[in-house]
């Protein structure tokens, strides 16, 4: 088992910034990958950015690139996703997740990740 807590969310204004931890324990030693996903209310689950455990590799979606910035501390067993720039339709609740699986390759799918955390709100004000 992979506990996973994510902090760090707020109430921001637009244009200013966050920084979300993902802070993991139990059995973290065996994960491959973390990934940020986002929900906002009425809409499906989508991917936000993600982080190989071992090489570092990153992969973000499209429409994150250049605001946000995924990173991660081994020793601290946490992972991080910045976020500056923001928006409005930022707003949502930010999960992470970790996969344990022994290929990873920064998937974008939910379905990818076996462990979740239990989610940090994050609003962006206009």
């Known amino acids: 088992q992979v506990q996973l807590v994510e902090s760090g969310g707020g109430l921001v204004q637009a244009g200013g910034s966050l920084r979300l931890s993902c802070a993991a324990s139990?059995?973290?030693?065996?994960?491959?990958?973390v990934a940020w996903f986002r929900q906002a209310p009425g809409k499906e689950r989508e991917f936000v950015a993600a982080?190989?455990?071992?090489?570092?590799?990153?992969y973000y979606a499209d429409s994150m690139k250049g605001r946000f910035t995924i990173s991660r501390d081994n020793a601290k067993n946490t992972v991080y996703l910045q976020m500056n720039s923001l928006k409005p339709e930022d707003t949502a609740v930010y999960y992470c997740?970790?996969?344990?699986?022994?290929?990873?390759?920064?998937?974008?799918?939910?379905?990818?990740?076996?462990?979740w955390g239990q989610g940090t709100q994050v609003t962006v004000s206009s």
């Open positions: 997740a970790a996969s344990v699986r022994k290929y990873y390759s920064g998937s974008v799918y939910s379905t990818g990740y076996d462990y």
């Open positions: 139990g059995r973290s030693f065996s994960t491959t990958g």
């Open positions: 982080i190989s455990w071992s090489a570092g590799s990153t």
